[in-house]
């Protein structure tokens, strides 16, 4: 990997999420060496993955070069990589690319979507958890207006114009209310000679309601929002099979449709060498203590959605979201500071700094520690947060100016086939 060997001890990153960049910047001035590994070059803002499916924002967006984050830090480097393996003995990270040694080692590789082991779906529907993912739901989307234009078969244009999304958390429902927009504001431009009212777009909920993690005023809310928009909620059903043309679930209720979107759950993105006993079954998630350390090891951590840290409060492990990850990041940075300077770790504290959603234009549910609102303030409170994380002064403006273009004109300008996703299952209903 051509990583030169220092007298500073040498930290190894796994993942340039939240998690690792966080980390990596706290170490980043420090008298260590840190090595991050990623199989992209570049960090993804995923809470706004949706507004590229649906047209809002073209990719560059929301991702932003690993390189260039940390490029004016001494001692860091950066591999392009797929790491294979962990090797716990020899501490040792084996690679696509090649081995390397560390000292001290962070797993921070984020969260993949869960099928919860049904092939079928997994086959057949629609993941949005990267930019590529993305990319081609964005183009299937497309596609399938195109080709409702050119069937004469009712039913296939039905299904063409018809979107199941499985899972009503924030990812769902943001993603349904986009969807809404785009049917009522710009598919009757774009598609003049096809009745697009007959679009349908469906969120399909296990439990009993959205938003699950968020206050019962804010699940009730956003339903409000979305039934407004025309989305239909189906609440205590779960689909259970999709075929790539009917999805079934464990009712009589079945959808016949092109796109099924899969919401309905992530887990852990494992690497081999870590026993399967250190990891929750259900989540996929690497057991750790309050100093993020892999039971059984001093030396080996784990931060962000991989890692499972299980307090009173939390007792399935921290939500699997931004800011645990990024606060993760910090504090190990500074606790693998203290492990140099021969002091005492602190353990980790999560401090709750709310949650919130967007169902569209002017509509969104914020709900913070002592105070939740909903309808237009919270939308700008929504909007005022992700422009804050986002990194890269470009990103935030180029965001910043295709939302108030978005706005005024009611537009997104951004719904461009630019790489085709040719569906296998194509629809013959």
Known sequence: MNIPRMSFPRVVIIGGGFAGVALAKKLAKQEVQVVLMDKNNYHTFQPLLYQVSTGGLEPDSIAYP??????????????????????????????????LKFDYLVVATGSKTNYFGNSEIEKHSMAMKTIPQSLNLRSLILENFEDALLTSDLNERNALMN?????????????????????????????PDLDTR?????????????????????????????????????????????????????????????????????????????EAQELVANSNRIIVNEFSQIKGFEHIFAIGDIACMVNEEHPHGLPMMAQPAIQQGEQLGDNLLRILEEKPLKPFVYKD?????????????????KWKFQGVFAWYVWMYVHLFFLIGFRNRMVVFVNWVYNYVRFDREARLIIRPFKNKHKVEV
Request: charged share 25%; with cysteine.
């Open 66 to 99: 690993i390189r260039k984050i940390l490029k004016d830090f001494p001692n860091f480097y950066f591999r392009l990589a797929n790491v294979e393996e962990i090797d716990t003995k020899k501490n040792k990270v084996r690679t696509n690319i090649g081995n």
């Open 163 to 191: 979107f199941v999304i499985v899972g009503g958390g924030p990812t769902g429902v943001e993603l349904a209310g986009a969807l809404a927009e785009i049917k009522k504001g710009i598919l009757p431009k774009d598609y």
């Open 353 to 369: 700094k709310g949650s919130m959603a967007t169902i569209g234009r002017n509509k969104a549910v914020v709900d913070l520690k």
């Open 198 to 274: 007959l679009a349908q777009i469906h969120i399909v909920q296990s439990g009993d309601c959205i938003l699950k993690g968020m206050s019962a005023q804010a699940s009730q809310k956003a339903e409000d929002f979305l039934e407004k928009l025309g989305v239909n909620i189906w609440k205590n059903v779960r689909v259970t099979n999709y075929d790539g043309k009917t999805a079934t679930t464990n009712t009589d209720l079945t959808f016949e449709t092109a796109t099924l979107i899969w919401a309905a759950g992530v887990k852990g993105a494992t690497i081999k060498g870590i």
